[in-house]
């Protein structure tokens, strides 16, 4: 069982989304975390939050924990604390 749960915002046809993906799920497993990926289009409330935003990481408490152009190292290191 997981520890930690984080959301993957994203959406279809989003080059940051693809690029991101990976990096979250492999970051997040190695700190024994299990991402949930949302597309942020699926709801007016998402998509009203956060629509120039994505992708974005959100942590078990609802936090931003990366967005945009998310870089492993800064993942990495915040992800690390939720351990």
């Known amino acids: 069982m997981s520890k930690f749960t984080v959301q993957f915002l ?3 046809q989003c080059p ?3 690029a991101a993906r ?3 799920e492999k970051a997040t497993n190695r700190f024994g975390g299990e991402v949930v ?3 942020v289009d699926s709801s007016a409330e998402l998509t009203a939050e956060y629509d120039t935003r994505v992708p974005v990481v959100l ?3 609802g936090g931003v924990i990366a967005e945009g152009r998310i870089e492993r190292r800064d993942l ?3 992800l690390r604390r939720l351990r």
């Open 22 to 24: 990976p990096l979250v």
């Open 76 to 78: 990495n290191r915040r």
């Open 37 to 39: 990926e949302i597309d």
């Open 10 to 12: 994203s959406r279809d």
């Open 59 to 61: 942590g078990p408490d």
């Open 16 to 18: 940051l989304c693809d």
